[in-house]
């Protein structure tokens, strides 16, 4: 398994360069629910990783069989847009007031999410983040004004991230405290301002574009 610390170490050398695409993140702001536990969840500082305790709910992302923690306090759950899916989401949470209300109505909402809207061409893939995060987004509203169920979508801004491919298979501890599983095609580990994290080669090709390739190959280092 690679460490977050030998994550750390893999920038230290000529790797690749990317810029944000303008692929819209749907954002579901699901904070203030019932029936939330103490949990760990990872957070990066001015001197890397720390693990914080967090009132929440764990749930999994298939597509990379990697633990979430929806945080109580200010947790949202982000997924990639495509047609029809925003639609979808709103459709259930119309039909089914209480989706956000407690981590029972919560479960059954994520199941319905990674069953029926975001499976598409594959292993589901929806993941947590938070308010500030949301906020950060372009054309996302500002933080004071996102609330529980009102969804949005936004374009991530355009800074520049640092990556390397790894190949099917590779384990990294991962950016939640929990490793995450590199899937077919196998996947980029990217450093930004937020930290350390690994993305599905699938996912990156539609979120970012390559920018600058390193001189010297990583992927014959860890592939």
Excluded at 43 to 58: H, L, N, T, Y
Excluded at 108 to 136: P, R
């Amino acid at each position: 398994m690679i460490t977050n610390e030998q994550a750390a170490k893999m920038f230290e050398g000529d790797v690749i360069e990317a810029l944000p695409t303008d692929m819209k993140r749907i954002v579901i702001p699901a904070f203030g629910f019932a029936g939330a536990t103490d949990q760990k969840r990872q957070e990066w500082g001015a001197d890397g990783p720390f693990m914080e305790d967090v009132k929440g709910m764990v749930f999994k992302n298939p597509k990379d069989d990697a633990d979430q923690v929806l945080k109580q306090k200010d947790g949202v759950l982000l997924c990639y847009d495509a047609p029809g899916r925003k639609e979808k989401i709103e459709s259930y949470l119309a039909q089914n007031p209480n989706a956000l209300s407690d981590s029972i109505h919560l479960k059954h909402f994520i199941k319905y999410l990674t069953t029926e809207v975001v499976n598409e061409g594959g292993k589901a893939d929806l993941w947590d983040s938070d308010t500030a995060f949301a906020a950060g987004l372009t054309g996302a509203p500002a933080k004071e004004d996102i609330k529980p169920g009102k969804i949005f979508s936004g374009v991530k801004k355009k800074e520049m991230v640092q990556a390397v491919k790894v190949p099917q298979g590779t384990v990294f501890e991962g950016a939640e405290g929990q490793p995450q599983t590199a899937d077919k095609g196998g996947a980029y580990i990217i450093k930004d301002s937020k930290g350390i994290r690994l993305i599905q080669a699938d996912a990156f090709a539609k979120a970012y574009q390559i920018t600058k390739m390193p001189q010297q190959a990583n992927s014959k280092v860890y592939e």
